[in-house]
């Protein structure tokens, strides 16, 4: 019997589906566009999954292709193979028991669990974080975001074949984790930005050390820009590829670099401003062409404007003043009932925590939205079409996710 | 952007090749060139000496990575459990939540990060028991200064003014409010140190969080479990749970006595009686007690509600015994001992009130009447200094006077007075013949000299620090040498400084320095150096049956003295202060239980 999949969800193939000229893009933004039959038995068609354990994914999730030749007519990602269960854990666990998990949800950025979750607990509970902790947060955030792009230059250049460019990359991530190490106590799990506030301040010198970072940082960046951008294999491969037209962003809930470099200014950092970045000078990096590269170089960008931001933080940033406020008793804190949705810029998007209390110790409902979980799942099904196979990869590194994010 | 290749996007990739010539940035062993940073959260480190054993590290763990198991070598004392926390590092998240939750900062993690044992079961360990390489690292995560994730500070208690309370006998201080005291009860990590110091074992963290609930009615009912005189501790009892609380290392122990009291304020009187409950189905065995003061009453109370019918021989007018008579009621209001015994007489209590042993009733007689007879006679008799003049009429015994003074008897009132001793008594009578010479002259002129010094004072800090408040001279280390008497009158007190109280073996053996000395002017003399029983009330010729031991009455674990039918307790066995009385009133009234129905014990 004939396969038929689903292809309701998927615009109707292109004649010309091999080329990914711009001229040639699919600038259809219907939603429902016609049915392929596919006919396994016929010799023509192939299935092929990539992943969950595969270079080309970005951590533990899995890509069911269709392919026709070299070229993907379908694809069905699945995830579920990294379930750990933190929401519902969260609903077993003291409102402070939650703050070691939630770091856990997300690995590579950890931060911005810890401060989604700290900013809606004390919402509930009526606690303004003191004004010191709120620049400490930022800085973290923002020292966070920096690795994560970091991390995502290897990735999205790896996955093209240029093996250096994580290397080096690697190499400062280090050293940022360095300065992580030094201020919270810990390289990966920072475990600092708590219910109240934070741990401690800054240590001694640490704006010192920082800058030396930065400076190496911007060094490599240099080097990334000449060796990765500026590079005929990569701008072969990635310019063209993975297009999102502007139009699918509202509907996909497209966010983060991916919105901004198909020209849509979307940041929470300036569209619902939190911590102190009304006090902090930047503009949302924007890009015009959605692709691959552009969304690469938007990133990069960004990560360049981050390392202005720490240096703005540091130079601002009250030296003295308290770091945590009056929390009651945390062996017995109870939050009155209530409801909240706290949300922030995070690397890969729009990252926030949905918390419901019933005036328990412990959290009634917790919900993480995590950008990769629409990137990754229903964008990525879209992209995939007619894509190669040597750029699948490519593609869905370029997306950026996180799949821990997705499973929490 | 870059649609259009050029050249330079063919060559620029080879600017790779510059980093050839650079030094690898690797570090070749990170474990030895590269110690962890000064906050870095590593292995975990215990001052074992500080730790008491709280077990809070144990309830903040999310992962239920910590078991607080005893540990070898340490030293039993006081306020520690003795039991030290072990880690287990298969469960262990290294969040520093234990560290931070420290009630004695004890708990710490090194920056140290190499651990390589062959037998997982090595990586459960007790931090400072099981030596480890990192113990003496000083690097590493301590908690920050002000970093708490408890609140330190006692919610506020408010109270007179000392020129106001001074005026009157009016009660000191106000209570809790219900939202002080819910910020109180907030602060207990309900370790239950405090229960094991406290003489009757009140199960204090549950009736804490009672408090925090709000349901006072569950608060009353575990107070009365243990303790039927919880009204008078809740306002006068020593706190020893206090001196013990986890909360007190780093910050104020959690004011136990004054939620205690909260609980009770809370509750109206009418529902004390239904919370206590209703006693047993009678047993028709029949107990006498002599002494209706907390010891009595309170194995009254037990006795009565396992069904046994209880009569209480009092010598004075009203029960209550040294609560009623030896504190003075700015501390404890008399419709507070009244609502007690009220309490207490609701379970079918039979109090008969001046009926004095020897005079009006005879212990053979009580013997022959009753299947059990238990004797709680206090410590009514004051000490004496023994100084040359102390034997002068206006040289007064505090216990006599105390009475006197809540009996509103007139003995009076010296212009200006000297109290001997420093324990909480001579504050006391200090405070009350303050406050008689501000309502008869208008001015306080009482000094108190005490034996000890500050450093080892035996009164309470507040009461020291009160009385100094209400205008009482407190002067320590001052040994009393003569009543110095003219003309057939006291006119002040000789003192001599103490060198030392104690002589090399440790016995009561003060030394003075002879060239300081002090005369305290005064037309009458206080001694408050302590109390002893009238054993007199006994009989010559059952003095002569019964056991001593020391010039105290020799009883065993249950009260039992060396009669069959005679039990004693209280003060004059065990003490002094009301809550050891109740403690003992418990343990006496199991024990005559336990007499009276051996069958059902047996079962």
């Keep these: 019997m004939a396969y038929q999949p689903d292809r309701s969800q998927y615009p109707a193939r292109r004649p010309d589906g091999l080329s990914r000229h711009p001229a040639s893009r699919d600038t259809s933004t219907a939603l429902c566009v016609g049915s392929l039959d596919i006919d396994l038995a016929s010799g023509k068609y192939l299935k092929l999954w990539q992943g969950p354990n595969h270079p080309g994914i970005t951590g533990n999730m899995s890509l069911e292709l269709t392919v026709c030749g070299d070229e993907v007519v379908e694809g069905k990602t699945h995830v579920g193979y990294l379930h750990r269960g933190f929401e519902k854990l969260m609903e077993r666990r003291t409102f402070i028991q939650c703050f070691p998990i939630v770091c856990r949800i997300c690995v590579p950025e950890p931060d911005f669990n810890e401060y989604c979750y700290a900013a809606a607990v004390e919402e509930l509970a009526g606690i303004q974080s003191p004004e010191r902790a709120d620049w400490i947060r930022t800085l973290i955030l923002e020292m966070g975001r920096i690795n994560s792009y970091l991390m995502y230059l290897g990735g999205q250049a790896g996955a093209f074949g240029l093996g250096v460019i994580g290397q080096w990359t690697t190499y400062v991530r280090d050293l940022m984790l360095d300065r992580f190490e030094e201020l919270s106590g810990a390289r990966i799990y920072h475990m600092f930005i708590l219910p109240g506030g934070v741990r401690d301040g800054l240590p001694d010198g640490f704006e010192q050390r920082m800058e030396e970072t930065l400076v190496e940082i911007e060094r490599v960046m240099s080097d990334v820009l000449d060796v990765m951008f500026r590079n005929a294999v990569f701008k072969k491969r990635a310019v063209g590829l993975g297009y999102i037209d502007p139009a699918l962003i509202e509907p996909y809930g497209v966010t983060g670099p991916p919105a901004r470099a198909a020209g849509v200014a979307k940041d929470v950092r300036k569209d619902q401003p939190y911590l102190v970045y009304p006090q902090l000078d930047f503009e949302p990096v924007t890009g015009a062409d959605s692709d691959v590269y552009t969304r690469a170089d938007v990133r990069r960008r960004d990560l360049l404007m981050s390392i202005d931001l720490v240096r703005q933080i540091l130079a601002r940033m009250p030296k003295e003043g308290p770091l945590m406020a009056k929390i009651p008793n945390v062996l017995h804190w109870k939050i009155p009932r209530g409801e909240t949705y706290i949300r922030g810029e995070c690397s890969r998007g729009e990252y926030g925590y949905y918390l419901v209390t019933d005036g328990s110790g412990y959290p009634r409902r917790v919900n993480v939205r995590g950008p990769s979980y629409t990137h990754a799942m229903a964008l990525m099904e879209r992209l995939i079409v007619n894509c190669n196979i040597a750029d699948v990869a490519g593609l869905l590194v370029s997306l950026h996710t996180y799949p821990p994010e997705i499973e929490r | 952007m870059g649609f259009c290749m050029s050249v330079r996007d063919v060559l620029s990739p080879f600017t790779a090749w510059k980093n050839l010539f650079l030094d690898p940035v690797t570090i070749r062993d990170p474990l030895n060139d590269r110690p962890g940073a000064a906050r870095y959260r590593g292995f975990h480190q215990n001052d074992v000496g500080r730790c008491i054993g709280c077990g809070t590290c144990e309830t903040i763990c999310q992962n239920g990575a910590i078991d607080m198991v005893p540990a070898e070598g340490i030293e039993t004392k006081q306020g520690d459990s003795g039991l030290r926390p072990r880690i287990d590092y298969g469960r262990c998240c290294w969040c520093a939540l234990c560290v931070d939750v420290c009630m004695t900062g004890s708990l710490t993690m090194s920056n140290a990060y190499k651990w390589v ?54 009660e000191i201080v106000h209570g809790y409010s219900i939202e002080q005291a819910r910020l109180e009860a907030d602060r207990c990590v309900a370790c239950g140190l405090c229960v094991a110091t406290c003489p009757a074992h009140m199960a204090i963290p549950d009736y804490i969080a009672a408090v925090r609930d709000g349901d ?183 216990v006599d006077l105390l009475r006197q003074a809540r009996a509103c008897e007139d003995f009076g009132t010296p212009r200006q007075a000297v109290v001997i001793g420093g324990g909480n008594v001579a504050m006391d009578i200090a405070r009350t013949l303050a406050r008689l010479q501000k309502l008869a002259y208008g001015e306080v002129r009482v000094t108190v000299t005490a034996l000890e010094d500050f450093a080892h004072f035996l009164a309470d800090p507040e009461e020291v620090k009160e009385a100094g408040e209400e205008g009482i001279l407190i002067l320590d280390a001052r040994g009393p040498q003569q009543v110095v008497v003219e003309d057939g009158k006291v006119v002040g007190l000789r003192t001599w400084r103490v060198k030392a109280i104690f002589d090399e073996q440790g016995r009561f053996a003060p030394s003075y320095d002879e060239t300081d000395e002090q005369f305290h002017p005064g037309e009458m003399v206080v001694e408050s150096i302590g109390q002893m029983t009238d054993t007199a009330l006994l009989g010559d010729a059952l003095s002569e049956q019964l056991a001593w031991n020391r010039g105290r009455l020799q009883v065993d674990l249950g009260g039992r003295t060396s009669e069959s039918w005679l039990w004693a307790a209280g003060d004059m066995v065990r003490g002094p202060d009301v809550v050891s009385a109740v403690a003992d009133g418990h343990r006496v009234a199991a024990s005559i239980h336990a007499a009276l129905n051996p069958m059902k014990e047996r079962q």
């Design chain 2, 216 to 398: 006072y009615e569950r608060g009353l009912r575990l107070l009365y479990d243990t303790n039927p005189f919880s009204q008078i501790c809740g306002r006068i009892c020593t706190h020893r749970c206090e001196t013990t609380c986890a909360a007190r290392h780093e910050g104020d122990p959690i004011a136990i006595r004054w939620l205690k009291r909260h609980i009770c304020d809370q509750i109206p009187h009418e529902k004390y009686l239904e919370i206590v409950g209703k006693p047993a189905p009678a047993t028709g065995k029949r107990v006498a007690i002599v002494g209706a003061g907390p010891a009595g009453l309170t194995a009254a109370f037990d006795l009565a509600k396992q069904g046994h019918s209880v009569t209480v021989f009092e010598a004075l007018d009203k029960p209550g015994g040294m609560t009623r008579w030896g504190i003075p009621e700015y501390r404890l209001p008399y419709d507070i001992i009244d609502r007690e015994v009220a309490v207490i007489r609701s379970l079918g209590v039979d109090i008969r009130c001046n009926q004095r042993i020897g005079r009006d009733i005879s212990l053979k007689s009580l013997r022959n009447g009753h299947d059990a007879v238990l004797i709680t006679l206090g410590l009514q008799l004051g000490r004496s200094t023994r100084i040359p003049g102390s034997d002068h009429a206006d040289v007064r015994k505090s």
């Design chain 2, 117 to 170: 044992e062959s037998d997982p079961d090595l990586f459960r360990f007790t931090p400072g028991v099981d030596r480890k390489y990192w113990d003496d690292a000083e690097r590493g995560y301590r908690r920050p200064e002000d970093h708490r994730l408890t609140p330190r500070e006692r919610a506020h208690m408010g109270e007179m003014a000392p020129e106001a309370r001074i005026g009157s006998f009016d």
